[in-house]
């Protein structure tokens, strides 16, 4: 009987994209490590993010009593005094230096890293995340991302291009770029490129990348060039995801948010215009202080004006040391039933969309258990026999609990 591999180390992601893209990297940097090491790569965008890295510490020490435990992330920074008191971490890793090998394995194992591949994911997988971003330079009135993450820092296009060529060369089939303001990339880069610029290079520079995804983007900051690479270019998909948090043009001025309601409806209303199979999703927020039954009403109704089928809805959360926690709050029952009626709103608004999908065709890449997405991010059940990391057009014949089903055209 053979014995069990000898466990090396395991990393736990909570939160956004640019967390995932960065995990990767640590987890090719562990593999390196001379003692079992696990690492939470926390979230601190809500106090329930805070309470689940705090839940993940715990549940890693039960399983993993012998190894090393080190918590990275937003929570490591903005809650550092919290979680440095537990019991079961061992030490903290701040988020600026996640990515430094020594913070790891200590200086002695840093030159066995120094050049670990930036996409060393296994090759399974389907969907590599690229960070090309990090930090922000915004102000929003509800946010504590700034104080973990710092300014906002672009890769260059050069490294962006390796990285994700990287990425192909090892079987990923499908490209999301991600940051903690991805729309901000370039500003502070010589000639002060936009995103579309890097989205340029980089389907230029890969000419065998089939499919590139955004994550969140900021309407307000989108180039004429990204936005006519939206609207035409097949390789760029027919889904974006925006950060439009609020639908109430008072409450996005209490937010310090850059667009108006008319402006997220707007540029939904041209891009539609010009790709019609476009696919919306948004981040929403219930609750904000102050927020009125009539603004949570143009909360709800900016669901349809915009199409939104994507949709990620936060009940507003006060974070320390924001300018939001010092205004007057809105009941907690209250947003938590705002919430709901806001996850209901984008339920019936995704599954009329769903809906209208059947009958047509798609092309849908398989991922796991039986599942794939479509260009268009709808999620499509295979047919038997396809092979994950597979691409195939398949005919939508129904809809079944949030699932389109595909057969083979």
């Given amino acids: 009987m053979t014995a069990p591999a000898p466990f090396a180390g395991e ?12 995990s990767e990297r640590i987890s090719a940097m562990l593999a390196a490590s001379p003692q079992p090491t696990v690492v939470v790569n926390s979230c601190a965008v809500t106090q329930e993010a805070v309470r689940q890295t705090r839940r993940a510490i715990r549940r890693l020490r039960r399983s993993h009593p012998d190894a090393r435990l080190l918590v990275t992330g937003c929570a490591a920074d903005i809650e550092r005094e919290q979680l440095s008191a537990m019991p079961e971490v061992d030490a903290l890793v701040a988020n600026a230096a996640k990515l430094e090998p020594r913070e790891w394995l200590g200086d002695a194992a840093t030159a066995a890293t120094a050049h670990v591949p930036a996409a060393a994911a296994p090759r399974a997988r389907t969907r ?46 499908e490209i999301v770029l991600t940051g903690v303001d991805v729309t901000s990339w370039g500003h502070d880069l010589p000639g002060a490129p936009a995103l579309g610029t890097l989205v340029r290079a980089i389907l230029d520079a890969c000419p065998s990348l089939a499919r590139l995804r955004l994550s969140s983007i900021d309407g307000a900051e989108i180039d004429p060039l990204l936005e006519d690479m939206a609207a ?70 900016i669901v349809s004006a915009c199409d939104i089928v994507h949709g990620h809805v ?68 295979l047919p038997a026999g396809m092979a994950q990391g597979e691409t195939a057009r398949l005919r939508i014949t129904a809809r079944s609990e949030g699932l389109l089903i595909g057969e083979a055209a």
């Fill in 11 to 22: 990393v736990v992601t909570l939160g956004c994209r640019l967390n995932m893209a960065e």
């Fill in 128 to 173: 590599a995340f690229v960070a090309v971003q990090n930090g922000c330079d915004h102000s929003c009135t509800f946010c504590v991302i700034p104080q973990g993450r710092g300014a906002s820092r672009s890769l260059p296009i050069r490294d962006v291009t390796r990285i994700v060529a990287e990425h192909l060369d090892q079987g990923a089939p």
């Fill in 232 to 301: 035409h270019e097949p390789r760029l998909m027919p889904h974006l995801h925006l950060s439009l948090q609020s639908g109430d043009d008072m409450i996005l001025k209490r937010m310090k948010r850059r667009h108006s309601r008319a402006d997220a409806i707007r540029l939904v209303e041209r891009l539609k215009a010009r790709r019609p199979d476009i696919a919306v999703g948004a981040d929403l927020i219930a609750g904000f202080p102050t927020e009125t039954d009539d603004m949570h009403a143009n909360n709800l109704s």
């Fill in 314 to 381: 936060f009940p507003f959360s006060p974070r320390p040391g924001t300018p939001a926690a010092r205004m007057p709050q809105v009941d907690p029952a209250r947003v938590k039933a705002r919430a709901a009626e806001l996850r209901e709103a984008v339920a019936a608004q995704r599954g009329q969309w769903l809906d209208r999908l059947v009958g047509s065709e798609q092309a849908v890449l398989a991922e796991r258990d039986g599942t794939g997405h479509a260009e268009n991010f709808a999620p499509v059940r």
